[in-house]
């Protein structure tokens, strides 16, 4: 199955807060193991290394630029189509526009399901969301 991170999930992945990153790490552990594949977007790469980028916090980026060399793929392109379809999502679910953009490079590219911690996208029907457990 492809599994879509929204950036939430990426980032506690990488930072480890209290909680969450347990929960994201040991999620994507089960995925790994189930024979699943992680798939972001150039957004949730964007999103990521920001931060890090202007906190001057090579360590941390390097982490970001660990995790989408070695741990997911593919990394979906912000096509037109992509860019299309959050149009679509935007429009009908009034999500912010980088919510829209991540549902929909999940569904361009093919994911089954959308993994994150944003209880309000759960509105969304066009593929499976799951919210971190």
Partial sequence: MLIYLNTCIV????????????????????ALRAGDRLVVSDLTRLECRAQPLAAGDTVRLNDYDHFFANDVEP???????????????????????????HLAAAV?????????????????????VEVLP
């Fill in 11 to 30: 980032i506690y992945v990488i930072e480890q807060p209290a909680g969450f990153g347990p929960r994201a790490t040991n999620r994507l552990a089960d």
């Fill in 108 to 128: 361009e590219s093919g994911c089954q399901l959308f993994l994150t911690n944003d209880v309000r996208l759960n509105r969304f029907t066009d593929l499976t």
């Fill in 75 to 101: 990394i979906a392109l912000l096509t037109t189509a992509v860019c299309d379809r959050a149009t679509v999502i935007r429009g009908r679910y009034r999500f912010k526009t980088p919510d829209s953009i």
